[in-house]
């Protein structure tokens, strides 16, 4: 896949490219700064985008406020976010459209290769792609919406939150699929989510808690 890489950090950046261009992708532009990222989003048109949350001039959000005009400009472009520590409000913003295709992982993770490496492909295949640790401290700080669910529900919905499919959140929990999807059925109606919304309701059942 050609790939659009937004970091600043010189050594992280060529890593990544490295890392990709061993797995068999084309990165087809690097940029180190927030204004950058657009312009080379629309000239290039890429399969998926990797960006760092924070880039210059302000070292505050412009990676992802590139990452929301991107989707503008180019509606269901799968994004990777990357960040140094688990920003919830940048994590829940980026899910905000609830289309699916994004994704936020710790960089620490990229030292992970096929998980990283299988995140991106989630993504570009419509799916989502939370890091663990981001999903275990969003759930820890609002509790409160979840206090419906059961204690395998929350397990299931953290799985799900990551981005897996219910399957691999059968074979991670050690129980079948008939009753991952039951699970799943119960968190739709607790939170509000019917299971017959046509959206992504993975994404969807996540925000709820978010902006509950």
Do not use: W
């Not at 990709?20 to 080379?40: D, I, K, R, Y």
């Not at 059968?170 to 008939?178: D, F, P, Q, S, W």
């Amino acid at each position: 896949m050609r790939i659009v890489i937004a970091e600043d950090n010189v050594l992280l950046r060529e890593g990544v490219i490295m890392l990709l261009e061993s797995g068999g992708h084309e990165v087809v532009a690097s940029v180190a700064a927030g204004p950058e990222v657009v312009p080379a989003l629309l000239e290039h048109r890429p399969d998926a985008a990797v960006l760092d949350v924070r880039l210059p001039p302000g070292f505050r959000d412009e990676g992802l406020r590139a990452a929301i005009a991107a989707r503008r400009a180019i509606p269901g472009l799968p994004i990777l976010v990357l960040s140094q520590y688990v920003e919830e409000t940048y994590a829940a913003e980026l899910l905000s459209d609830g289309g699916g295709a994004v994704g936020y992982l710790l960089k620490d993770r990229i030292g992970r290769v096929d998980e990283f490496l299988d995140a991106l492909d989630r993504v570009v295949s419509g799916g989502t792609a939370l890091d663990p640790e981001v999903v275990a401290q969003l759930m820890s700080v609002r509790r409160d919406p979840l206090n419906t669910l059961t204690p395998r529900e929350r397990e299931v919905l953290g799985l799900m939150a990551q981005g897996l499919d219910n399957t691999t959140i059968a074979t991670t929990l050690v129980i079948t699929e008939r009753s991952v999807g039951k699970h799943i059925g119960a968190i739709f109606a607790k939170l509000g989510l019917p299971p017959s919304d046509s959206g992504h309701r993975r994404v969807l059942a996540v925000l709820a808690y978010l902006n509950a």
